[in-house]
């Protein structure tokens, strides 16, 4: 059974930084392009970084840019999202998915898995 697991989020208060963790079991996502979405309540589902299957090339959100860096250990089978300057506005049930190839346009009906989600929150 695949399964992408994330872990890692909490409260923090603004300012600071958190790490989520996406671990994949199940199958070698080594080959997929990876990344890592958000949905604040109220609000659709956001993309907010992905990484091809090397980790050469990288995308974020410019919501998040020079804040976030996607990161990937493939040995791992694990992606990484480490978070700094949090904000309030940055409060939300993040996602890990994986892309059915080894690039990808991060949309989401370009993700073949989904993880449950880790939930964030960034008090002021």
């Known amino acids: 059974q695949v399964q992408l697991v994330e872990s890692g989020g909490g409260l923090v208060q603004a300012g600071g930084s958190l790490r989520l963790s996406c671990a994949a079991s199940?199958?070698?996502?080594?080959?997929?392009?990876m990344g890592w979405f958000r949905q604040a309540p109220g609000k659709e589902r956001e993309f907010v970084a992905g990484i091809s299957w090397s980790g050469r090339d990288t995308y974020s959100a410019n919501s998040v840019n020079g804040r976030f860096t996607i990161s990937r250990d493939n040995a791992k089978n694990t992606v990484y999202l480490q978070m700094n300057s949090l904000k309030p506005e940055d409060t939300a049930v993040y996602y890990c998915?994986?892309?059915?190839?080894?690039?990808?346009?991060?949309?989401?009906?370009?993700?073949?898995?989904w993880g449950k989600g880790t939930l964030v929150t960034v008090s002021s």
């Open positions: 998915a994986a892309s059915g190839g080894s690039y990808s346009n991060y949309r989401e009906t370009s993700m073949a898995y």
């Open positions: 199940g199958r070698t996502f080594s080959n997929n392009a």
